[in-house]
């Protein structure tokens, strides 16, 4: 069976011979996805176990590859990160759910669902809820899979000879960028770099000042081995580039994770992808990233490959299944009915000027019409048998009716889609690389730099009135557009907080509406100290420094007296 295998998964691997601008429709998923698959076969599952000797055996008496297997060996320390971002209860609802933008609320068909997503909206979340465990676990595996890799090659146990070098670098960047998913959210974790451990071998906890140095060090390390290419042979990769992005990531959150912030680094580091010569640039619609064949944009640095053919878990990315009303399902001829619960904050959309082409297409709003373009009518809850009209209004936490919230639509919906998108997830795209530079200058008393290139960024979402385009260094140095303060109608809970006061508000405003939807909103609060000070809809500020950190999993604590838990919990 492995010999077969083995075939299969050569006749899989990316072809070099062609270039990402012919790689259309579905191949490049296509191609991605049978390797993933194919490694599912050959690869035990691991979560936070650090030994398999099983998969040893088998890899090193029966399995012998060729340069040409290194991607689809390498791809079985990739696939962790989906699980990680998108499924149930993940990270992604960690980064969007607790911030400013987007909510859950109590619908009268469900979405209670034991009141977790109630607890993230309030930042009330337990060591126990799902999001703690799922991104402590789902991180390690990750971990588990590098260092299982990483020591199969070192031992000889994959004789790896040609591309050696440059294999074992990718595989330590992509370890990398899984300690720093923990390094954000959890701060001080063991660092575990070894496969071949004791029975019985707890890690030590690090602190988060030594996790960041660490991803740091692996990184300035590793990156002069990676690849340079920016092609099929590295979409979806860790190459030179994407590596330089998070190494700018860490440095553009230094200031948090270790107290010291790290300007200059995080400019130099935008500069080397900026200057590369790889061909990033800003796609002329911002919605191009977000197709469902996004595969050739040119903007993104790192995505995730998705395809609903191969993509087969319930979960793996279905954030238009949570956002989109159930008669929706008319809308888009979709397999599927929604679920009907996402939607954005009503304060976070009124901060969007109405012209701008993010307000515009990025989110689902009005009256709804099916395919064939007959008005739809809602059909369950106070608003039955009246037309489906999203508006930007949202009772509270615990009341969300079918018309109360804009919803979700930033990736495109396709036509009969599943359950399951099969848009590529962007982790960084060069709309990034861009805007950690400007804030960097920004806070490095450059403003007028900084606003060239904020505006740069603009300008292709102010097409028919290019003047709105332009921002200046005097606007970035003001505080916030956002109307924060308690809105909640339920309980009758109102304040008045305003952003005025936030240092670079505009700023955040800008990150806001450039990259609402992708994930980072939570890290992007916490940098510029909203996340714990203000209140929005239903959340009341926290004034607690340790709610920018989660905590450990009561379960791991339980299980490794090395653990200290993070203040607070």
Known sequence: MINLNKHILKSALFNSQFNIKNIRMKNLKKQYWVIILLLSIITIPACTKLKDDPYNTIISTRFNPTKDDLAALVGAGYSQWRFILLDWNGLWRAQEITGDQIVIPKRPWGWFDDGVYQRLHKHTWTTDDDVVRNTWNRTYAGITNCNRIIYQIESGLIPVTEGRESTLAELK????????????????????????LPQGFLPKQSTRLEVYNFIVKELNENIPALSSENNVSTYGKFNKWAAYTLLAKMYLNAGVYTGTPKWA?????????????AGYVLEPNQKNVFLTENQGSKEIIFSLPMDEDYTDNWNAFDHHMQTLQQENQATYNLKNTPWGGMCAIPQFISTFDQSDARYVNNWIKGQQFNSS?????????DFKNQPLNFVNELPGLEKGESVHGFRLNKFEIKMGSTNRLSNDYPIYRYADILMMKAECLLRTGLPDAAATIVTQVRQRNFTSD??????????????????????????????????????YGRFLDELGWEFEQEGH?????I?????????????????????TLFPI????????NNLVQNQGY
């Not at 680094?265 to 010569?277: L, Q």
């Not at 373009?373 to 809850?381: E, K, P, S, T």
């Open 173 to 196: 960047v992509l370890r990398a960028s899984y300690y720093a998913i923990l390094c954000d959210f959890f701060g001080n974790v063991p660092i575990v770099t070894q496969f071949d």
């Open 265 to 277: 680094e995080c400019i130099a580091a935008c500069d080397a992808v900026i200057n590369s010569g």
């Open 373 to 381: 373009g007959q008005m739809l009518y809602v059909a369950q809850g």
């Open 466 to 503: 290019p003047a709105k385009a332009i921002v200046t260094g005097a606007q970035l140095l003001q505080g916030s557009s956002y109307a924060y303060g308690l809105q909640d109608d339920v309980n009758n809970l109102h304040t008045t907080e305003g952003g005025a006061d936030i240092q």
């Open 521 to 525: 909103r939570r890290t992007d609060m």
């Open 527 to 547: 940098r510029f100290g909203a996340f714990t000070k203000k209140s929005w809809l239903s959340h009341s500020a926290t004034n607690n420094i340790n709610r």
């Open 553 to 560: 999993p009561r379960t791991e604590i339980e299980k490794n």
